[in-house]
Protein backbone atom coordinates (compact mmCIF):
# COMPACT_ATOMS: atom_id res chain seq x y z
CA UNK A 1 0.00 0.00 0.00
CA UNK A 2 1.17 3.52 -0.42
CA UNK A 3 1.08 6.05 1.57
CA UNK A 4 1.06 10.26 1.03
CA UNK A 5 2.58 12.03 3.51
CA UNK A 6 2.54 16.17 3.66
CA UNK A 7 6.26 17.24 3.98
CA UNK A 8 6.40 19.46 7.03
CA UNK A 9 10.04 19.07 9.44
CA UNK A 10 13.15 19.72 8.82
CA UNK A 11 13.56 15.48 9.31
CA UNK A 12 11.26 15.40 6.16
CA UNK A 13 12.44 17.92 4.15
CA UNK A 14 16.06 15.95 4.57
CA UNK A 15 14.23 12.80 3.43
CA UNK A 16 12.34 14.33 0.82
CA UNK A 17 16.29 15.73 -0.52
CA UNK A 18 17.71 12.43 -0.01
CA UNK A 19 14.91 9.92 -1.82
CA UNK A 20 16.85 11.21 -4.73
CA UNK A 21 19.85 10.20 -3.84
CA UNK A 22 18.56 6.25 -3.26
CA UNK A 23 16.42 6.09 -6.21
CA UNK A 24 19.78 6.79 -8.42
CA UNK A 25 22.18 5.07 -6.55
CA UNK A 26 24.40 3.30 -9.01
CA UNK A 27 23.72 5.21 -11.94
CA UNK A 28 27.33 6.68 -13.05
CA UNK A 29 25.77 9.70 -14.82
CA UNK A 30 23.58 11.01 -12.09
CA UNK A 31 24.81 14.35 -10.03
CA UNK A 32 23.59 15.14 -6.98
CA UNK A 33 22.71 18.21 -6.11
CA UNK A 34 24.11 20.29 -3.25
CA UNK A 35 22.78 19.85 -0.56
CA UNK A 36 22.75 23.03 1.49
CA UNK A 37 21.46 24.85 -1.64
CA UNK A 38 18.65 22.48 -2.44
CA UNK A 39 17.59 22.57 1.56
CA UNK A 40 17.62 26.31 1.73
CA UNK A 41 15.51 26.46 -1.42
CA UNK A 42 13.06 24.18 0.34
CA UNK A 43 12.92 25.40 3.36
CA UNK A 44 10.29 28.31 3.46
CA UNK A 45 11.29 32.05 3.97
CA UNK A 46 15.32 31.18 3.16
CA UNK A 47 15.32 31.68 -0.51
CA UNK A 48 14.33 35.32 -2.25
CA UNK A 49 11.36 33.33 -4.55
CA UNK A 50 9.37 32.58 -1.40
CA UNK A 51 7.89 36.11 -1.61
CA UNK A 52 5.94 35.35 -4.12
CA UNK A 53 5.88 31.23 -4.56
CA UNK A 54 3.58 29.36 -2.21
CA UNK A 55 4.65 25.61 -2.47
CA UNK A 56 4.31 22.25 -1.07
CA UNK A 57 6.15 18.84 -0.74
CA UNK A 58 4.51 15.43 -1.13
CA UNK A 59 6.30 12.33 -0.37
CA UNK A 60 4.92 8.56 -0.72
CA UNK A 61 6.02 5.43 0.96
CA UNK A 62 5.70 1.64 0.58
CA UNK A 63 6.30 -0.33 3.29
CA UNK A 64 7.73 2.49 5.32
CA UNK A 65 10.47 3.29 2.89
CA UNK A 66 10.56 6.54 1.08
CA UNK A 67 9.47 5.80 -2.79
CA UNK A 68 8.59 9.00 -4.50
CA UNK A 69 8.49 12.85 -3.79
CA UNK A 70 6.87 15.50 -5.50
CA UNK A 71 6.52 19.52 -5.35
CA UNK A 72 3.32 21.43 -6.14
CA UNK A 73 4.00 24.87 -6.98
CA UNK A 74 2.40 28.50 -7.36
CA UNK A 75 4.09 31.41 -8.98
CA UNK A 76 2.36 34.50 -8.45
CA UNK A 77 4.60 36.40 -10.67
CA UNK A 78 4.51 33.83 -13.17
CA UNK A 79 0.74 34.43 -13.32
CA UNK A 80 0.71 38.26 -12.99
CA UNK A 81 3.44 38.10 -15.95
CA UNK A 82 1.76 36.10 -18.15
CA UNK A 83 -2.16 36.77 -17.43
CA UNK A 84 -2.35 33.09 -17.23
CA UNK A 85 -3.64 30.93 -14.68
CA UNK A 86 -1.10 27.90 -14.20
CA UNK A 87 0.70 25.82 -11.76
CA UNK A 88 3.62 24.05 -11.52
CA UNK A 89 4.93 20.68 -10.24
CA UNK A 90 8.56 19.93 -9.64
CA UNK A 91 11.33 18.12 -7.99
CA UNK A 92 9.39 15.00 -9.34
CA UNK A 93 11.13 11.51 -8.32
CA UNK A 94 9.76 8.35 -8.31
CA UNK A 95 9.82 4.43 -8.37
CA UNK A 96 8.61 2.50 -11.42
CA UNK A 97 5.21 2.50 -9.86
CA UNK A 98 1.79 4.03 -11.57
CA UNK A 99 0.11 4.50 -8.60
CA UNK A 100 3.02 5.98 -6.37
CA UNK A 101 3.47 8.49 -9.04
CA UNK A 102 -0.36 9.39 -9.44
CA UNK A 103 -0.82 10.08 -5.89
CA UNK A 104 1.90 12.13 -5.72
CA UNK A 105 0.35 13.70 -9.30
CA UNK A 106 -2.81 13.97 -7.64
CA UNK A 107 -1.43 15.57 -4.52
CA UNK A 108 0.11 18.29 -6.01
CA UNK A 109 -3.00 18.85 -8.48
CA UNK A 110 -5.36 18.95 -5.38
CA UNK A 111 -2.83 21.73 -3.71
CA UNK A 112 -2.76 23.78 -6.95
CA UNK A 113 -6.30 23.12 -7.19
CA UNK A 114 -6.96 25.26 -3.98
CA UNK A 115 -5.25 28.18 -5.91
CA UNK A 116 -8.30 28.17 -9.13
CA UNK A 117 -5.26 27.47 -11.42
CA UNK A 118 -6.45 26.14 -14.85
CA UNK A 119 -3.21 24.39 -15.56
CA UNK A 120 -0.58 22.60 -14.58
CA UNK A 121 3.13 22.74 -16.65
CA UNK A 122 6.00 20.25 -15.20
CA UNK A 123 8.32 19.21 -14.19
CA UNK A 124 9.92 22.94 -13.28
CA UNK A 125 11.56 23.39 -10.29
CA UNK A 126 9.84 27.01 -9.22
CA UNK A 127 9.96 28.26 -12.46
CA UNK A 128 11.87 28.29 -15.73
CA UNK A 129 14.81 30.26 -14.43
CA UNK A 130 15.46 27.15 -12.04
CA UNK A 131 15.91 23.66 -13.40
CA UNK A 132 12.87 22.80 -15.46
CA UNK A 133 11.86 19.78 -17.98
CA UNK A 134 11.96 16.41 -18.09
CA UNK A 135 14.82 14.48 -19.64
CA UNK A 136 13.85 12.43 -22.62
CA UNK A 137 16.85 12.23 -24.64
CA UNK A 138 20.22 11.84 -23.79
CA UNK A 139 20.71 9.36 -20.93
CA UNK A 140 24.12 8.16 -21.93
CA UNK A 141 25.89 11.36 -20.17
CA UNK A 142 25.76 13.00 -17.21
CA UNK A 143 23.85 16.29 -16.88
CA UNK A 144 25.46 19.77 -16.96
CA UNK A 145 25.65 22.42 -14.28
CA UNK A 146 21.83 23.26 -13.53
CA UNK A 147 20.45 20.77 -15.69
CA UNK A 148 17.67 18.03 -14.70
CA UNK A 149 18.16 14.45 -15.33
CA UNK A 150 16.07 11.72 -14.88
CA UNK A 151 14.38 7.77 -15.36
CA UNK A 152 13.74 7.22 -18.92
CA UNK A 153 10.63 5.91 -16.97
CA UNK A 154 9.02 8.89 -15.97
CA UNK A 155 7.78 10.08 -19.52
CA UNK A 156 5.65 7.06 -19.14
CA UNK A 157 4.37 7.86 -16.29
CA UNK A 158 3.73 11.65 -17.16
CA UNK A 159 2.00 10.42 -20.26
CA UNK A 160 -0.31 7.99 -18.34
CA UNK A 161 -1.43 10.15 -16.35
CA UNK A 162 -2.85 12.45 -19.05
CA UNK A 163 0.38 15.16 -18.92
CA UNK A 164 0.62 16.50 -22.63
CA UNK A 165 4.14 18.24 -24.19
CA UNK A 166 3.90 21.76 -23.96
CA UNK A 167 7.77 22.87 -25.16
CA UNK A 168 10.84 20.70 -26.05
CA UNK A 169 14.06 22.71 -24.98
CA UNK A 170 17.28 21.84 -26.56
CA UNK A 171 20.65 20.99 -25.09
CA UNK A 172 23.50 21.71 -28.41
CA UNK A 173 27.09 20.02 -27.78
CA UNK A 174 29.80 22.18 -29.00
CA UNK A 175 33.11 20.91 -29.47
CA UNK A 176 36.08 23.94 -29.14
CA UNK A 177 37.89 22.46 -32.48
CA UNK A 178 34.70 21.87 -34.21
CA UNK A 179 33.91 25.66 -35.34
CA UNK A 180 34.42 26.25 -38.67
CA UNK A 181 37.00 28.34 -39.70
CA UNK A 182 34.83 30.62 -41.87
CA UNK A 183 32.20 31.62 -38.81
CA UNK A 184 35.69 32.20 -37.03
CA UNK A 185 36.95 34.67 -39.75
CA UNK A 186 33.13 36.01 -40.11
CA UNK A 187 33.28 36.98 -36.41
CA UNK A 188 36.48 39.07 -36.96
CA UNK A 189 34.89 41.25 -39.65
CA UNK A 190 31.77 41.14 -37.88
CA UNK A 191 33.74 42.45 -34.59
CA UNK A 192 35.74 45.09 -36.48
CA UNK A 193 32.43 46.75 -38.17
CA UNK A 194 30.64 46.59 -34.71
CA UNK A 195 33.73 48.23 -33.40
CA UNK A 196 33.43 51.06 -35.74
CA UNK A 197 30.02 51.52 -34.97
CA UNK A 198 30.56 52.19 -30.91
CA UNK A 199 29.87 48.46 -30.04
CA UNK A 200 32.67 46.72 -27.90
CA UNK A 201 33.47 43.47 -25.83
CA UNK A 202 34.58 43.13 -22.38
CA UNK A 203 35.03 40.56 -20.06
CA UNK A 204 32.61 41.21 -16.49
CA UNK A 205 34.79 43.45 -14.02
CA UNK A 206 34.91 41.04 -10.37
CA UNK A 207 35.89 44.54 -8.63
CA UNK A 208 33.04 46.03 -9.65
CA UNK A 209 30.87 42.80 -9.50
CA UNK A 210 27.88 44.16 -8.16
CA UNK A 211 27.17 47.35 -10.21
CA UNK A 212 27.71 44.69 -13.60
CA UNK A 213 25.08 42.28 -12.30
CA UNK A 214 22.80 45.27 -12.13
CA UNK A 215 23.39 45.82 -15.62
CA UNK A 216 23.01 42.52 -16.69
CA UNK A 217 20.33 42.08 -14.76
CA UNK A 218 18.19 44.32 -16.41
CA UNK A 219 19.30 42.83 -19.96
CA UNK A 220 17.96 39.33 -18.50
CA UNK A 221 14.64 40.52 -17.96
CA UNK A 222 14.52 42.59 -21.55
CA UNK A 223 16.00 39.90 -24.05
CA UNK A 224 13.87 37.14 -23.01
CA UNK A 225 10.67 38.94 -22.01
CA UNK A 226 9.01 37.69 -25.68
CA UNK A 227 9.81 34.03 -25.29
CA UNK A 228 7.36 31.20 -23.98
CA UNK A 229 7.17 30.73 -20.76
CA UNK A 230 9.56 33.35 -19.55
CA UNK A 231 9.21 35.46 -16.21
CA UNK A 232 11.48 38.19 -14.86
CA UNK A 233 13.59 37.44 -12.27
CA UNK A 234 13.18 39.84 -9.27
CA UNK A 235 16.04 41.78 -7.71
CA UNK A 236 16.29 39.51 -4.61
CA UNK A 237 16.16 36.57 -6.88
CA UNK A 238 19.21 37.78 -9.33
CA UNK A 239 21.63 38.82 -6.72
CA UNK A 240 20.85 35.62 -5.40
CA UNK A 241 21.49 33.63 -7.64
CA UNK A 242 24.82 35.72 -9.36
CA UNK A 243 25.96 35.62 -5.12
CA UNK A 244 25.93 31.49 -5.78
CA UNK A 245 27.41 31.72 -9.15
CA UNK A 246 30.02 33.64 -7.94
CA UNK A 247 32.21 31.03 -6.13
CA UNK A 248 32.16 29.34 -9.40
CA UNK A 249 32.90 31.79 -11.82
CA UNK A 250 35.50 32.36 -14.36
CA UNK A 251 35.23 35.97 -15.23
CA UNK A 252 36.75 35.27 -18.77
CA UNK A 253 33.64 33.43 -19.56
CA UNK A 254 31.16 36.14 -18.84
CA UNK A 255 31.31 38.88 -21.43
CA UNK A 256 29.01 41.51 -22.02
CA UNK A 257 29.17 43.45 -25.14
CA UNK A 258 28.20 47.72 -24.73
CA UNK A 259 27.41 50.06 -27.40
CA UNK A 260 29.14 53.37 -26.63
CA UNK A 261 29.74 52.09 -22.80
CA UNK A 262 26.04 50.95 -22.39
CA UNK A 263 25.48 47.30 -22.04
CA UNK A 264 23.12 45.65 -24.58
CA UNK A 265 23.99 42.20 -24.76
CA UNK A 266 25.62 39.70 -22.20
CA UNK A 267 26.75 35.67 -21.82
CA UNK A 268 27.15 34.07 -18.83
CA UNK A 269 29.07 30.59 -19.72
CA UNK A 270 30.02 28.15 -16.28
CA UNK A 271 32.75 25.43 -15.89
CA UNK A 272 30.66 22.50 -15.49
CA UNK A 273 31.29 21.64 -11.55
CA UNK A 274 29.11 18.66 -12.11
CA UNK A 275 32.18 16.91 -13.46
CA UNK A 276 33.42 17.59 -9.43
CA UNK A 277 29.57 17.42 -7.93
CA UNK A 278 29.50 13.63 -9.47
CA UNK A 279 31.87 12.64 -6.55
CA UNK A 280 30.28 14.54 -3.86
CA UNK A 281 28.41 11.56 -1.90
CA UNK A 282 24.95 13.16 -1.13
CA UNK A 283 25.86 16.43 -2.30
CA UNK A 284 27.30 16.98 1.07
CA UNK A 285 30.07 19.67 0.82
CA UNK A 286 31.41 18.95 4.59
CA UNK A 287 33.98 17.72 5.96
CA UNK A 288 35.23 16.85 2.74
CA UNK A 289 33.09 17.41 -0.21
CA UNK A 290 34.17 21.11 -0.30
CA UNK A 291 37.57 20.49 -1.04
CA UNK A 292 36.97 18.11 -3.79
CA UNK A 293 34.91 20.97 -5.28
CA UNK A 294 37.72 23.66 -4.77
CA UNK A 295 40.79 21.40 -5.80
CA UNK A 296 38.45 19.89 -8.67
CA UNK A 297 37.55 22.58 -10.28
CA UNK A 298 40.85 23.05 -11.85
CA UNK A 299 40.22 19.20 -13.95
CA UNK A 300 36.82 20.73 -15.38
CA UNK A 301 36.68 19.50 -19.01
CA UNK A 302 33.28 21.40 -20.26
CA UNK A 303 31.66 24.59 -20.23
CA UNK A 304 27.87 25.36 -20.00
CA UNK A 305 26.40 28.74 -22.00
CA UNK A 306 23.49 29.09 -19.62
CA UNK A 307 22.20 32.25 -21.11
CA UNK A 308 23.40 34.83 -24.16
CA UNK A 309 20.57 37.53 -24.44
CA UNK A 310 20.89 40.64 -26.97
CA UNK A 311 18.24 43.64 -26.88
CA UNK A 312 15.60 43.33 -29.27
CA UNK A 313 17.46 46.09 -31.00
CA UNK A 314 20.51 44.61 -31.19
CA UNK A 315 20.11 41.54 -32.48
CA UNK A 316 20.52 41.72 -35.96
CA UNK A 317 24.34 43.17 -36.05
CA UNK A 318 26.04 39.34 -35.18
CA UNK A 319 26.63 40.14 -31.36
CA UNK A 320 25.40 36.64 -30.66
CA UNK A 321 28.34 35.27 -33.50
CA UNK A 322 31.21 37.51 -32.09
CA UNK A 323 29.89 36.54 -28.26
CA UNK A 324 30.19 32.58 -29.38
CA UNK A 325 32.95 32.69 -31.40
CA UNK A 326 35.10 34.69 -28.47
CA UNK A 327 33.85 31.66 -25.70
CA UNK A 328 35.35 29.15 -27.95
CA UNK A 329 38.33 30.71 -28.45
CA UNK A 330 38.80 31.62 -24.45
CA UNK A 331 37.90 27.31 -23.91
CA UNK A 332 40.26 26.23 -26.59
CA UNK A 333 42.80 28.43 -25.16
CA UNK A 334 42.38 27.48 -21.54
CA UNK A 335 42.10 23.61 -22.42
CA UNK A 336 38.34 22.88 -22.49
CA UNK A 337 37.42 19.87 -24.81
CA UNK A 338 33.89 21.69 -25.69
CA UNK A 339 30.14 23.02 -24.08
CA UNK A 340 26.56 22.57 -23.66
CA UNK A 341 24.72 25.29 -25.09
CA UNK A 342 21.38 25.12 -22.62
CA UNK A 343 18.58 25.02 -22.74
CA UNK A 344 17.04 26.58 -26.00
CA UNK A 345 13.70 26.68 -26.67
CA UNK A 346 12.67 24.15 -30.07
CA UNK A 347 10.78 26.90 -31.54
CA UNK A 348 13.50 29.82 -30.99
CA UNK A 349 14.76 29.54 -35.07
CA UNK A 350 17.21 32.10 -34.00
CA UNK A 351 19.03 30.87 -31.96
CA UNK A 352 18.29 27.48 -33.09
CA UNK A 353 19.94 28.38 -36.73
CA UNK A 354 23.03 30.28 -34.94
CA UNK A 355 24.11 26.74 -32.99
CA UNK A 356 23.85 25.10 -36.15
CA UNK A 357 26.24 27.35 -38.05
CA UNK A 358 28.94 27.02 -35.58
CA UNK A 359 28.39 23.01 -35.45
CA UNK A 360 26.91 22.85 -32.68
CA UNK A 361 24.44 19.53 -32.39
CA UNK A 362 21.70 18.42 -30.22
CA UNK A 363 22.77 15.60 -27.62
CA UNK A 364 19.79 16.20 -25.31
CA UNK A 365 16.35 17.17 -25.22
CA UNK A 366 14.30 17.77 -22.15
CA UNK A 367 10.17 18.20 -22.17
CA UNK A 368 8.11 20.44 -20.25
CA UNK A 369 4.10 19.11 -20.04
CA UNK A 370 0.97 20.81 -19.43
CA UNK A 371 -2.35 19.53 -18.37
CA UNK A 372 -5.54 21.06 -17.80
CA UNK A 373 -6.81 21.16 -14.15
CA UNK A 374 -9.99 19.20 -14.09
CA UNK A 375 -12.99 20.79 -12.01
Known sequence: MTKL??????????????????????????????????????????HPSHEHIDFQLFMTYQDGKPCGRIAGIYNKNHNAYTGKKDGFFGF??????????????NAAADFLSSKNVDNIIGPVDFSTNDPAGLLIEGFETPPSIMMTYAKPYYQDLLERYGFEKRMD??????????VPARMEALSDNIEARLKRSG????????????????????????AWDKNWGFIPMTDKEFDYVAKDMKMAMDKDFVLVAEKNGK????????????????DVKRGRLLPTGIFKLLFGKKKIKTL??????VLEEYRTLGIEVVLYVKLL???????????EASWIL??????????????????????????????
Do not use: C
Not at 13 to 38: C, E, Q, R, T
Not at 200 to 220: A, E, G, L, S, W
Not at 304 to 309: F, N, P, Q
Not at 347 to 357: A, D, F, P, Q, Y
Open 92 to 105: FDVINDYRAAEKLL
Open 169 to 178: LLAYWIGTDA
Open 263 to 278: PIAFTLTMPNINEVMI
Open 5 to 46: VTVTSKKQLKAFIDFKHDLFAGDSNYVPDIFIAIRDMLTKGK
Open 199 to 222: VTFRTINMKNFKQDVNQIKDIYNR
Open 346 to 375: EENTMMVRGLKNINGEVYKKYRLYEKTVEI
Open 329 to 339: REARRKGYTGG
Open 304 to 309: RVLTLG
